[in-house]
């Protein structure tokens, strides 16, 4: 089983390589265990997200694809509605379909073995851009979003510059 | 007959007392001396292993390293005994300010592994990724074409992989940069 897991993880591991779609860096932190990687996430454009890049680390469990990995912004998290204070992100993709925490997800959102390390990244990146206004992980940044928008937005711009060391 | 036994026993038992009380005295006397200078134990080769530093430290995450290298230098590196001391609660003694522990070096050329990047929270991207030099001499540079992703070899494919993230990070800390420059300007 373990074995089967780690030939999966290491094709997507070489899909990802060989044709990264744009804006996403994704691989282990150390061949030497497959079930830990990281990735980066470009900053969707036209969103205050713009121009940053978010390290994010993705814990695989020992039965992947049956079960969906876990995946945590890493450093100073990231100030979004669908992302907890401390970094871990809550989206449907990475909820498997018999536990619906949220209890509005469709089935076909939520994690199955068809889906993909490189879809849950893209599925992030459009949840960066598009947040989710129910039930959400952060209170506190999803009412910043919905009733003081542009102090969101220039909350989440020194977040940006902060996380590129400027 | 019986009754000669105690009698023959006697000069054998004085023996003993005699030879035990010189080894504890030695015993002692080694214990104070290197107590007090330190320079008896490194005469005497006794090199700290930082293999067993680290693990009574990961045991004992209070106690100073320094404080253990001491115990270790000073016992010969028995770490059952070191930690035979700190689980009864007889503790650690602080070490002289002259103590300069010896430490083993790794029996290879090779130098020692960096240290992974440490997960701590809020730090930014350059530190996490130890790219504060290449932010200097990358300053001007181009980015490159997007390098070819994949290779046969293990650590080759995680160089590129590393390539790949300084790379992403880099461009888009320039981009930034000359963007703000642009604004301000």
């Known amino acids: 089983m373990s074995s089967m897991t780690q030939n999966r993880l290491f094709r997507e591991y070489k899909t990802l390589s060989e044709n990264p779609p744009d804006g996403i860096t994704a691989g282990p932190v150390s061949e030497d265990d497959m079930f830990h990687w990281e990735a980066l996430i470009q900053g969707p454009e036209g969103t205050p997200y713009e121009g940053g890049v978010f390290a994010a680390e993705l814990k695989f469990p020992k039965d992947y694809p049956l079960s969906p990995p876990t995946m945590k912004f890493v450093g100073g998290g990231v100030w979004h509605p669908n992302v907890y204070p401390n970094g871990t992100v809550c989206i449907s993709i990475l909820h498997p379909p018999g536990d619906d925490p949220n209890h509005y997800e469709h089935a076909s959102e939520r994690w199955s073995p068809i889906q993909s390390v490189e879809k849950i990244l893209i599925s992030v990146m459009s949840m960066l851009a598009e947040p989710n206004d129910e039930s959400p992980a952060n209170v506190e940044a999803a009412k910043m979003w919905r009733e003081r928008r542009s102090e969101y937005e220039k909350k989440v711009r020194e977040e940006v510059r902060k996380g590129l060391g400027l | ?185």
Do not use: C
């Open chain 2, 1 to 185: 007959m019986p009754d000669d036994e105690p009698s023959l026993n006697i000069p054998s038992l004085l023996t003993l007392a005699v030879v035990s009380f010189f080894v504890i005295r030695w015993f002692f006397k080694r214990d104070g001396e290197s107590g007090t200078s330190g320079s008896r134990g490194r005469t005497r080769g006794n090199i700290v292993d930082p293999a067993q530093v680290e693990q009574i430290s990961q045991m004992f995450p209070q106690l100073s390293t320094r404080d253990i290298m001491w115990d270790l230098q000073r016992n010969g590196g028995n770490v059952a005994a070191t930690t035979e001391r700190i689980l009864t609660g007889r503790g650690l003694d602080t070490p002289p300010p002259s103590f300069q522990p010896l430490v083993a070096i790794p029996p290879t050329g090779v130098p020692a592994q960096p240290a992974p990047a440490t997960k701590s929270d809020g730090q930014d991207l350059i530190t996490r990724y130890n790219l504060a030099g290449k932010v200097v001499e990358g300053s001007e540079a181009e980015p490159a074409g997007k390098p070819s992703g994949w290779s046969q070899n293990k650590e080759e494919r995680q160089r590129l992989l590393q390539k790949r993230r300084d790379d992403m990070i880099l461009a888009a800390r320039r981009k930034m940069m000359q963007k703000e420059q642009g604004g301000a300007q």
